[in-house]
């Protein structure tokens, strides 16, 4: 099975801006999770979609958004760009039901936001 | 406020050491403790994981302990080797949490040859 894809890898946007970053989970997943990952912060949990519903979210603010498609393929957008939200952006995607273990969690590679 | 303690901050051993990381949680609804590895570029990789109720868990040259009520989990690498250097995180997921992780701040290891 291919595991979770991410796009674009890199990405470079200006104070303002906003951004959209895209997640294709592994075939039969049905969770899709976004964490921010920096030096200073580490890895943090920004929400989780399950069956096109936020089921959970975390402490950022409203300029975060995601959303979830029929075929659990996910997005978030950054809105307004700002110096701290250069980071690298990572998706994880779950079975989320059935199996031993349905809650394990799969990472992709990332995609790394820069904003000057 | 950090839910998961995560200790050393950095760890060098030689080739064939036993690394030892530990971490420390808070909250007892806590039901759910995976480990991740993460190289230079790339996501994190799952590498093992444990529930509560068993006290040690072992896959390959990885060993997961845990001690429910001292509410402390550590790693162990047997047998380090060079390409086991990466920078390792411990996590926990509450009960009831759905997918939610809350990760602990990251250990780096490095094994020299």
């Known amino acids: 099975k291919a595991g979770v894809t991410q796009t674009p890898r890199y990405l470079i946007k200006t104070r303002g801006q906003q951004v959209t970053l895209s997640c294709s989970p592994i075939?039969?997943?049905?969770?899709v999770s976004w964490y921010q990952q920096t030096p200073g912060q580490g890895l943090q949990f920004l929400f989780e979609?399950?069956?096109?519903?936020?089921?959970n979210k975390g402490n950022f603010p409203g300029r975060f958004s995601g959303r979830q498609f029929s075929n659990s393929r996910s997005e978030m957008n950054v809105s307004t760009l700002e110096l701290g939200d250069s980071a690298l952006y990572l998706c994880?995607?779950?079975?989320?039901?059935?199996?031993?273990?349905?809650?394990?969690?799969?990472f992709g590679p990332g995609t790394r936001l820069t904003v000057t | 406020q950090q839910q998961v303690k995560q200790s050393p901050q950095s760890l060098i051993v030689q080739k064939g050491g036993i690394p030892i990381i530990n971490c420390a949680y808070e909250?007892?609804?806590?039901?759910?403790f995976p480990w991740y590895q993460q190289f230079p570029g790339k996501g994190p990789a799952l590498l093992i994981a444990?529930?509560?109720?068993?006290s040690e868990k072992k896959e390959g040259r990885f060993t997961i302990s845990f001690n429910k009520s001292a509410k402390q989990f550590s790693l162990h690498i047997m047998d380090s080797q060079p390409g086991d250097s990466a920078t390792y995180f411990c996590?926990?997921?509450?009960?009831?949490?759905?997918?939610?992780?809350?990760f602990g701040a990251g250990t780096r290891l490095a094994v020299h040859p």
């Open positions: 979609y399950f069956s096109e519903t936020q089921r």
């Open positions: 075939s039969g997943h049905r969770s």
């Open positions: 994880a995607s779950s079975l989320d039901s059935g199996g031993p273990n349905p809650y394990e969690q799969y």
């Open positions: 996590a926990a997921r509450r009960k009831g949490g759905y997918n939610k992780l809350i």
């Open positions: 444990i529930r509560p109720d068993v």
């Open positions: 909250n007892t609804a806590f039901d759910y």
